[in-house]
């Protein structure tokens, strides 16, 4: 291929290895000769983009599994319902990551929804605000994950 690649880059020769190939001299002639190249980087790009997306869902997933983040976001979650009401709508995006965070831990679905509860509660325009910041779609799958967690539905639904 490199032979025949490099024939097709300079020309035609006149006692080729693997018989008589030639295209015309121009554009044509660079793009054939060109196009494994080509071909290899993009095969390259690609192994690198998958090895960087496999190690970004590794890291995710230890993260998921990590109880002392875990434990981490409990807390805070736990810490913003006792938070004083007017601040606790500035804590809309940050519920929302660590419900996002660990979707298959129902004890941190149940304090998320609470702690959107608390927000919502705490001042009249708030609900508006909370749907705006994407809420609802998050909820709605920490009910739809954990449908025969009480707690769970209790917190989601209220």
Not at 75 to 96: C, F, I, M, N, S
Request: hydrophobic share 50%; glycine share 8%.
């Amino acid at each position: 291929l490199a032979l025949v690649t490099a024939g097709l880059a300079t020309g035609c020769d006149d006692a080729p290895p693997f018989g008589r190939v030639c295209v015309a001299r121009g554009a044509v002639q660079w793009v054939v000769a060109f196009t494994p190249l080509a071909l290899c980087w993009a095969a390259l790009a690609w192994h690198f983009h998958r090895t960087l997306a496999a190690r970004q869902k590794a890291t995710q997933e230890a993260w998921r599994h990590d109880h002392g983040a875990q434990r981490g976001s409990a807390e805070v979650l736990d810490a913003l319902t006792a938070a004083p009401a007017e601040q606790r709508l500035k804590y809309v995006g940050q519920v929302l990551q660590i419900m996002k965070d660990f979707p298959d831990k129902g004890v941190i679905q149940q304090k998320g929804c609470a702690a959107l509860e608390a927000i919502c509660r705490a001042k009249k325009g708030n609900p508006a605000q909370v749907q705006r910041a994407g809420a609802v779609p998050v909820v709605l799958a920490a009910l739809e994950a954990h449908h025969r967690v009480r707690a769970v539905q209790h917190a989601g639904l209220a």
